[in-house]
């Protein structure tokens, strides 16, 4: 039986990656609409988050709005709007529901037998986010970022 070729469609790996992140930024926007009630960060005050701790070493934890748990990272890198690349993979600003900065940063340990050796950046990372004016509260010594306020039905 002779294999059946589909046509070309003249897209280019670009475009047809394109038309994927516009689909993807639908379906994100339509859970918005179904699920939160109001987004209190922007792409800009996600990038410059990103890049004000870009190099800090710091482990967050994330939570998608379309993930049902969160995911811990380390590692700010430092990005354009609407993006964001990190250890858990490229993702857009808009899909964070919250995000959460453990303070204390563990340097890497110099030797097997001693502990990483901590640096509580407390005061640094409060300073910051006070700087670029983003809102934040303190929960369990972890400064909390909401993007997205769930509906009250919601959990």
């Known amino acids: 039986m002779k294999k059946v070729e589909k ?3 003249g897209m280019s790996a670009q475009e047809m990656q394109w038309q994927k992140s516009v689909a993807a930024e639908k379906d994100l926007r339509a859970l918005l609409d179904r699920d939160y009630s109001a987004g209190l960060m922007n792409n800009t005050k996600w ?3 990103a890049n004000a701790f870009f190099g800090l070493r710091l482990m967050f934890t994330i939570q998608f709005i379309d ?3 969160p995911l811990t990272a380390g590692g700010f890198q430092s990005v354009p709007p609407r ?3 990190s250890a858990v ?12 900065i453990d303070p204390i940063r563990y340097d890497p340990p110099l030797g097997h037998l001693l502990k990483p050796r901590q640096t ?3 005061a640094e990372v409060e300073a910051l986010l006070q700087q670029i ?4 509260h303190l929960q369990n010594g972890h400064f909390r970022i909401t993007g ?3 509906n009250n039905a919601q959990k």
Not at 89 to 100: D, N
């Open 67 to 69: 993930v049902k748990e």
């Open 47 to 49: 990038s410059e988050l």
């Open 7 to 9: 046509p070309d469609s």
């Open 148 to 150: 997205h306020l769930r």
């Open 133 to 136: 004016g983003i809102p934040y």
């Open 89 to 100: 993979g490229p993702f857009l600003t808009l899909s964070i529901e919250w995000l959460e």
């Open 120 to 122: 509580d950046c407390t």
């Open 83 to 85: 993006h964001w690349d």
